[in-house]
Nanobody, 120 residues
Framework: QLQASGGGLVQAGGSLRLSCVAS????????MGWFRQAPGKEREFVAA????????FYADSVKGRFTISRDNAKNTVYLQMNSLTAEDTAVYYC???????????????WGQGTLVTVSS
């Protein structure tokens, strides 16, 4: 089970930190990712991190603004989002899978999503 939190309403240029707590599997042996889905659009990759935290991937649209990290002792993955723009408005989904990747098919567990709204 994946429980995401931290979404909300923020002004453009602001920051938010999303958290996702995992349970049910050995957290430290799985890659974690964040995807997002804006209204009327397909779900898209945002960021991913390997099981040890040493490998990370980012979508070009968020590179330099977002940072993914994990705390294996707390079974938690984070997404620090800075310099937010209206284009970042979406439901953000936490996901878990056996290996790191940029496509949805790599991941087999999905959280319920948390809404991020950026006002311009």
């Amino acid at each position: 089970q994946l429980q995401a939190s931290g979404g909300g309403l923020v002004q453009a240029g602001g920051s938010l930190r999303l958290s996702c707590v995992a349970s049910g599997r050995t957290f430290s042996t799985y890659a974690m990712g964040w995807f997002r889905q804006a209204p009327g659009k397909e779900r898209e990759f945002v960021a991913a991190i390997g099981w040890s935290g040493s490998g990370t991937f980012y979508a070009d649209s968020v590179k330099g603004r977002f940072t993914i990290s994990r705390d294996n002792a707390k079974n938690t993955v984070y997404l620090q989002m800075n310099s937010l723009t209206a284009e970042d408005t979406a439901v953000y989904y936490c996901t878990q899978g056996p290996r790191i990747g940029r496509v949805t098919t790599v991941y087999d567990y999905w959280g319920q999503g948390t809404l991020v709204t950026v006002s311009s």
